[in-house]
């Protein structure tokens, strides 16, 4: 069955560094890709989605991720990160005829002003 | 406004208590979800249906239900709570264009 990993729990920065959050799902062919933020007591908000065409995907508030293939990976990119971006980010996949989204158990991200 | 609403918001059980949380959709999605969110886990999908009258377990269902007698409404059925149940629950609807979440209920059982 499809699976997503993200490498990192929990990841801590300062206002304007950079931010590369990983995601890796378990097998290829055909998939289409999210990723969602959950900014704290509030519910999914996507942020972009790859389906196909282009691999470097932009989506919502600066970000972009970037899906290759060859790594099985779609990996989260934000070039300067900002207090308010402080939330818990999650990858998905969708995974199997059902058509339900199987989520990565997320990142939490804190931006120190 | 269309979208997918979930009530109650909030909702407090003693064990053993039984209680249904609604998820309704205004458009005309016919995939619907329920998940589980707990900390550190990420989101694990409870039951889903793919269509009116239709329902199936998803990775985690045991101790609940669903029925979908109505291709705009999604319920989902806790008999007989317990602790382990504690959790914030996500309703999803996906139509061609995406998925729509609901804004969660937060549910504790003590």
């Known amino acids: 069955a499809q699976s997503v990993s993200q490498h990192n729990h929990h990841v801590i920065l300062s206002e304007a560094a950079s931010l590369e959050l990983g995601c ?13 933020v959950q900014y704290p007591g509030q519910h999914l908000q996507l942020l972009l989605k790859y389906f196909s065409g282009d691999p470097l ?25 900002q207090w308010s971006d402080t939330a818990e980010y999650f990858c998905a996949v969708i995974g199997g005829s059902q058509g339900n989204l199987i989520f990565g158990k997320g990142t939490k991200l804190s931006v120190k002003p | 406004n269309a979208g997918v609403t979930q009530t109650p918001k909030f909702r407090v059980l003693k064990t053993g208590q039984s209680m249904t949380l609604l998820c309704a959709q205004d458009m005309n999605h016919e995939y619907m979800y329920w998940y589980r969110q707990d900390p550190g886990m990420g989101l694990r999908l409870i039951h889903y249906s793919v269509g009116e009258g239709t329902t199936a377990k998803g990775e985690v269902p045991d101790g609940y239900n669903v029925s979908r007698l109505k291709k705009q409404n999604f319920l989902l059925g806790l008999e007989s709570a317990a602790p382990s149940q504690t959790s914030v629950y996500f309703c999803a609807s996906y139509g061609g264009v995406g998925y729509t979440f609901g804004s969660g209920t937060r549910l504790t059982v003590v």
């Open chain 1, 24 to 36: 890796n799902y378990s097998y290829g062919g055909t998939v289409n890709l999210f990723w969602y």
């Open chain 1, 57 to 81: 995907v932009k989506g919502i508030k600066g970000f972009e991720a970037e899906f290759i293939k060859s790594k099985f990976s779609f990996n989260l990119r934000k070039p300067s990160v």
